[in-house]
């Protein structure tokens, strides 16, 4: 059974603290991506992955940076913390399209709700 | 930018009802996938339409793909408490990575 798993479902932290959002994906997918998901706004996205040590700007990267050493595993960093970023935050991974195809599922972990005070 | 508009934002029926959710690009879409999230939970993968006036059923819910490719539509039959959730569609933009729209909650009343 595929899965994605997240380091943790609640987090609190303090504003200026850094914060490590942990994801880890077994289905041996290349590509991840980070959302965060706010009420009346859908899924953001923030960063998402191609490969190991290969990093893209989604939406709204401000305020954060990834790291991808390992291709199960992609890490979010908060480098400040602050209370806009207290949030709902999904990590997801899929397997690129074959060439030519239509992209595939994504296949999302259970989330990581932060609170920053 | 790509922009895509769900409506309604939120929907209240009582059980046994039917629910549709419409989704609406500005620009003609490759595919379109759709996603159900259960309160609590994660979005999880439900179907996706691919060819132009596409028609896909799964049960009681129904997926359609516009002819024209820019819109798409969710239909649920005689809905149940168990189909309480957030429905997202979620085309990809040029780059493959989706799109999600706003969403549009639906909260059964048995």
């Known amino acids: 059974d595929v899965k994605v798993t997240q380091s943790s479902r609640y987090l609190v932290k303090r504003t200026g603290e850094k914060v490590f959002l942990e994801c880890v994906q077994d289905m041996d997918h290349e590509n991840m991506f980070w959302y965060r998901q706010d009420p009346g706004l859908g899924l953001r996205l923030i960063y998402f992955?191609?490969?190991?040590?290969?990093?893209e700007k989604g939406d709204i990267p401000e305020g954060y940076s990834v790291s991808r050493e390992k291709k199960e595993r992609f890490s979010l960093i908060l480098e400040s913390a602050s209370t806009n970023q207290t949030s709902m935050y999904l990590c997801?991974?899929?397997?690129?399209?074959?060439?030519?195809?239509?992209?595939?599922?994504?296949?999302f972990g259970p989330g990581t709700r932060l609170t920053v005070l | 930018g790509q922009q895509v508009m769900q409506i309604p934002q939120y929907q209240h029926v009582q059980e046994g009802e039917d629910f549709t959710t419409y989704c609406n690009s500005s620009t003609t879409l490759s595919n379109i996938q759709w996603y159900k999230q259960r309160p609590g939970g994660h979005p999880v993968f439900l179907i996706q339409l691919v060819k132009s006036g596409e028609v896909k059923k799964q049960k009681r819910l129904t997926f359609q793909f516009g002819e024209a490719k820019k819109n798409s539509s969710l239909h649920i039959t005689a809905t149940q408490t168990t189909d309480v959730g957030t429905y997202f569609c979620?085309?990809?933009?040029?780059?493959?990575?989706?799109?999600f729209g706003t969403g549009t909650r639906l909260q059964v009343f048995p």
């Open positions: 979620a085309p990809p933009d040029n780059t493959d990575k989706l799109i």
């Open positions: 992955s191609y490969d190991v040590k290969m990093k």
């Open positions: 997801a991974s899929s397997q690129p399209p074959v060439w030519g195809g239509m992209g595939n599922e994504q296949f």
